[in-house]
């Protein structure tokens, strides 16, 4: 029997089948955060229970966590609360807490490969959607409820149906300009947010093939943007290379032997998928989002789509451009912003920041902007020190926060205010879900880093 | 730890006929800074709900007297977006203990039948004419029968199946719980872990 990257992984880990239910699915690695876990301790306890695999389970705070004066105690009560709860939590059940302040502390899904916990073929689960991420190195990752959080917590496993199998294919070479982000807001826009629910997808051709590891966890971080439970792709030479020493990654024999397996993880030529699309890389422009959900995407020289050529209800549609205070057909060029936001687990990484700092070098912040850019950890954040990158943000008039999700979910005091626009490189473009009554257009580092400089949305092809 | 067992469920229905209801519609970030699962229904579609000043929005579903009940009746892929359980806890909460909807988003709707609520899934066709029953007459009653896996509209007899596993419907209609189940096989698990590299 043929096997898809998915139906390996998934199939190595299935501890007990129930016949018309769910698979009993073995977790690997645990990713805990201070907003989904608090009820599912509470569980336990209730239980009287302890954690099954303190040691396969890793804690760091990041939804709730300020981005500025870090050192001082959060001034949020129900802040400061939650992450108290979390760390008597991870004290008391043996679990490795990276709490604000620790230096490994940062964005979940961004410390996660950073410290080698992420490896290919392996099961991980964090109760946050954007756990998909994690898929880039060819690992089963996917975003669960608190219930399910208690359940990974009390027996290590998760019940779950196998989900349908979806390849996405690729190929060809980008334009100038285009970043992994836009062929991800490409595809979710031809997609549309539920296009692949019910399904996990692999992600192949030669645009992932030649694609970073940062690009890769990129593009399936975004997977559940268009309803997918996850998004993976297979792992290679470059993966192997990117895994290499860092902290919890196996050593020598064990080493050569996990690689050995590694190297397995591939889809068999010949197996068959419950759906495929291709997409051509040479039609992908620069995207931007016009609308109040991922899939209201378009390349960024085009005009609002009108109601009449959109899928799904008109009225849906109309009242999502009324939320953006935007008319059908008009341009996206052009238009005035008053936020820029760099950082979150889709767009906070070290080549994030280098794509952001080649458009601002030399230029300077536009005047009505607010920029906040925000490194996904503290990592991250000694990266673009190091590099230079720190100087040349200072010059164009930028500063720097600390490590956190900051505004992708605007939980902390990183809040676009109502009315206002922002220009951002995070994963979600609901109402409110940058603060109550903002509005939010998803794109790349470069085109947030052209509109922090004009002040408008401005096609970034135009500084490269 | 067991939940509400739910059989069959006969009430009138509160329309929300909006498509790509995200979970931050349904319960806003903001709101999620709690440590215990409760009072989450009062923030439930908090700024759909309430103006900035925290008055009612009149033309809301929730806040028009005429509609009630304890079912939602959602558009197409309701329950997108973010994982947090807390949009499920926020919809049981205010006192719902089922969802119809022409489709769920994946997260949600596992959210929903972990804790008791259960997501119903209509044909589209189906979907238009629930919401147009409700239009003409807010305490139409809608039947949700678990057991029979039906959804009536009783006003015209219309009737679906809607699926549902077996697994998860013996734990709907007796109040069990994954974790109970789970705990059960635990030597399996143990056994299983010996061969899992870390």
Redesign the interface.
């Known amino acids: 029997m043929k096997k898809t990257l998915f139906d390996k992984v998934w199939d190595s880990?299935v501890?007990?089948k129930?016949?018309?239910?769910?698979d009993?699915l073995?977790i690997?690695r645990h990713m805990v955060h201070e907003?989904?876990s608090?009820?599912a301790f509470?569980?336990l306890k209730?239980?009287g229970?302890p954690v099954?695999?303190p040691?396969?389970t890793f804690a760091t705070a990041d939804?709730?966590t300020p981005t500025i004066n870090q050192h001082l105690p959060v001034s949020?009560p129900?802040?400061a609360?939650?992450l108290k709860?979390l760390e008597e939590n991870a004290a008391e059940h043996g679990i490795s807490y990276w709490g604000l302040g620790h230096e490994k502390n940062g964005i979940v899904h961004v410390v996660g490969p950073e410290y080698g916990i992420t490896q290919p073929g392996a099961t991980i689960v964090c109760?946050?959607?954007h756990?998909s991420t994690h898929g880039a190195f060819g690992a089963i990752a996917f975003?669960?409820?608190?219930?399910?959080v208690?359940?990974v917590l009390?027996?290590?496993?998760i019940?779950?149906?196998k989900?349908k199998s979806m390849r996405i294919n690729v190929n060809g070479e980008l334009n100038k300009g285009v970043t992994p982000k836009d062929v991800a807001l490409y595809i979710i826009s031809k997609l549309t947010?539920?296009g692949a629910?019910?399904y996990f997808v692999e992600y192949a051709g030669d645009v992932f093939t030649n694609m970073s590891m940062e690009g890769r966890m990129t593009v399936c971080n975004l997977s559940?943007e268009m309803?997918a439970?996850g998004g993976m792709i297979a792992p290679d030479q470059k993966t192997f290379d990117y895994i290499q020493g860092r902290e919890f990654t196996?050593v020598g024999a064990?080493l050569e032997k996990?690689q050995e397996y590694w190297k397995t993880l591939s889809t068999d030529e010949g197996a068959v998928f419950d759906k495929e699309i291709s997409f051509d890389a040479s039609d992908i422009e620069p995207m931007i989002t016009y609308g109040t959900?991922p899939g209201m995407g378009i390349g960024i020289s085009k005009g609002i789509p009108l109601a009449e050529a959109v899928e799904?209800?008109v009225?849906?549609y109309k009242?999502s451009l009324h939320y953006m205070n935007y008319s059908e057909g008009e341009d996206m060029i052009g238009k005035p912003i008053d936020f820029v936001f760099l950082g979150s687990c889709t767009n906070g990484r070290i080549e994030d920041f280098r794509a952001f700092a080649s458009i601002v070098k030399g230029r300077k912040k536009a005047d009505n902007v607010t920029a906040w850019l925000v490194p996904g950890s503290h990592q991250v954040e000694a990266a673009i020190k190091e590099e230079g990158i720190l100087d040349i943000l200072h010059e164009a008039g930028f500063e720097l926060r600390e490590p956190g999700c900051s505004a992708c979910?605007?939980?902390n005091d990183d809040k676009v205010p109502?009315g206002k626009y922002a220009v951002s490189t995070s994963n979600?473009n609901?109402?409110?879900?940058q603060g109550?009554?903002s509005r939010t257009l998803l794109a790349s580092p470069l085109v947030a880093a052209a509109a922090a400089v004009t002040g408008k949305v401005t096609d970034p092809r135009e500084f490269l | 730890?067991a939940y509400d067992k739910f059989n069959i469920l006969k009430t009138s229905a509160v329309p929300l006929?909006?498509?790509?209801v995200?979970t931050?519609?349904i319960i806003?970030?903001?709101f999620?800074?709690?440590?215990?699962?409760k009072g989450f229904g009062d923030n439930l579609f908090r700024?759909w709900r309430y103006n900035?000043d925290n008055t009612p929005k009149e033309d809301f579903a929730l806040n028009n007297p005429k509609y009630s009940g304890k079912i939602l009746v959602g558009?197409?892929?309701f329950g997108?977006?973010?994982?947090?359980?807390?949009a499920?806890w926020a919809v049981y909460d205010y006192g719902f203990r089922c969802v119809v909807s022409s489709?769920?988003?994946?997260?949600f709707k596992?959210?929903c039948l972990?804790?008791g609520v259960l997501p119903v899934q209509v044909s589209p066709e189906f979907l238009e004419n629930i919401f147009a029953a409700i239009e003409a007459d807010p305490e139409t009653l809608l039947e949700v029968n678990l057991p029979e896996q039906t959804i009536t509209l009783t006003t015209t007899g219309e009737q679906e199946h809607f699926d549902i596993?077996?697994?998860?419907k013996e734990n709907m209609l007796n109040g069990f719980d994954?974790?109970d189940?789970?705990?059960n096989?635990?030597e399996?698990?143990r056994e299983?872990?010996l061969n899992?590299?870390?």
Request: proline share 6%; net charge negative.
């Open positions: 880990h501890v007990h129930i016949e018309n239910g769910p009993v073995f690997d907003v989904t608090p009820v509470i569980g209730t239980r229970i099954m695999y040691n396969r939804h709730n949020d129900l802040s609360n939650q709860a109760g946050d959607s756990t975003g669960i409820g608190t219930s399910e208690e359940m009390a027996t290590q496993c019940m779950q149906q989900a947010t539920s629910t019910g559940i309803g439970r196996p064990d996990a959900n799904g209800g009225a849906t009242k979910l605007a939980m109502a979600r609901f109402e409110g879900r109550p009554g | 730890m006929p909006i498509e790509n995200d931050d519609q806003p970030a903001r999620l800074k709690a440590t215990e699962r700024d900035p558009g197409k892929n997108s977006g973010s994982s947090r359980e807390h499920a489709f769920f988003a994946d997260i596992n959210n972990n804790i596993n077996d697994y998860k994954d974790i189940y789970l705990l096989i635990k399996n698990i299983f872990a899992a590299p870390l």
